[in-house]
């Protein structure tokens, strides 16, 4: 079993930065790839980033490219994720997961993340 705790949300301005932290627990933290998703109101849960084992290789979605930026230290078995340049639109609550699948390096898809946080909520206002 994998616990999977964030933090590090909150309510910030449009064009300010937050970094989220994913704090592991449970088996080897090297052993699976870290995503975010998040779900903002009204709408389905969604990609934001992901990142494999060793965390040379990451992923973003469009929305998210060149503002977000996902990394982990995997002494700390932690993931990370710095949001820079935040707009009202990434008002959401943001959970991180874990993908478990040796033979997959990222990926993009929710249902392929076999362990989820409960959420950190992440407010911006105009």
């Known amino acids: 079993q994998v616990q999977l705790i964030e933090s590090g949300g909150g309510s910030v301005q449009a064009g300010g930065s937050l970094r989220l932290s994913c704090a592991s627990s449970?088996?080897?933290?090297?052993?699976?790839?870290m995503g975010w998703f998040r779900q903002r109101p009204g709408k389905e849960r969604e990609f934001v980033a992901t990142?494999?084992?060793?965390?040379?290789?990451?992923r973003y979605a469009d929305s998210v490219k060149g503002r977000f930026t996902i990394s982990r230290d995997n002494a700390k078995a932690t993931v990370y994720l710095q949001m820079n340049s935040l707009n009202p639109d990434d008002t959401a609550v943001y959970y991180c997961?874990?993908?478990?699948?040796?033979?997959?390096?990222?990926?993009?898809?929710?249902?392929?993340?076999?362990?989820w946080g409960r959420g950190t909520q992440v407010t911006v206002s105009s």
């Open positions: 997961a874990a993908d478990l699948q040796p033979g997959r390096d990222v990926s993009q898809v929710e249902g392929e993340y076999d362990w």
């Open positions: 449970g088996r080897s933290f090297t052993n699976y790839a």
């Open positions: 990142i494999n084992r060793p965390g040379e290789v990451t």
